[in-house]
Nanobody, 121 residues
């Protein structure tokens, strides 16, 4: 069973940066595509970024050029570097593992507890 532990959230001002971490443990934790999702208050969870084991990345249009996903397979950890944060980046952030079927990403290991990011003006 895979376990996910997100950390690194906090309260920052617009324009500042944060780095989120996701520690993955359990069976075959880093053998699939890792992804970061976020859920803004009162809204649905949305995909933010994905990274394959070969370090191929994809980003939501809303974060392109500002966020960067990376992974350290030796530490079983996935990171999300967030720069130039905006008020609309305020959300609970979650990591997961999954796979692409065609162009669509499908998580398949469940969710951690998430980490909260609040961007203030």
């Amino acid at each position: 069973q895979v376990q996910l532990m997100e950390s690194g959230g906090g309260v920052v001002q617009a324009g500042e940066s944060l780095t989120l971490s996701c520690r993955v443990s359990g069976s075959a934790p880093m053998s699939t595509v890792a992804g970061w999702y976020r859920q803004p208050p009162g809204k649905q969870r949305e995909l933010v970024a994905t990274i394959t084991r070969a370090d191929r990345t994809n980003y939501a249009d809303s974060v392109k050029g500002r966020f960067s996903i990376s992974r350290d397979n030796t530490k079983n950890t996935v990171y999300l570097q967030m720069n130039s944060l905006k008020l609309e980046d305020t959300a609970d952030y979650y990591c997961t593992l999954g796979n692409f079927i065609g162009a669509s990403y499908y998580p398949n290991v469940g969710w951690g507890q998430g980490t909260q990011v609040t961007v203030s003006s």
